[in-house]
């Protein structure tokens, strides 16, 4: 992780559906400000499409981030 941020600007933001602990395991190899929202088990759905639904798209629109 370290070395995939070294030299990026700006604060980094992990959003997860679970809890914020999963996420926040990583703090220590982020080397900028980091911050972790997530929903600490109070989510508006048990499955990963769940949350999409109802707001004018299909879950198949919305794709996973990954690292660059």
């Known amino acids: 992780m370290t070395e995939l ?3 990026r600007q ?3 933001i992990a959003a997860t ?3 914020r602990a999963y996420a926040d395991q990583i703090r220590a190899f982020v080397p900028m400000a980091y911050t972790v929202l997530g ?3 109070f989510g508006r759905s048990d499955t990963p ?3 999409w639904m109802g707001r004018g798209r299909p879950a198949s ?3 996973p981030c990954r690292w660059a």
């Open 17 to 19: 559906n679970y809890v």
């Open 39 to 41: 929903t600490d088990g």
């Open 5 to 7: 941020l070294e030299g």
């Open 49 to 51: 499409t769940g949350p």
């Open 61 to 63: 629109h919305y794709k």
């Open 10 to 12: 700006g604060p980094a």
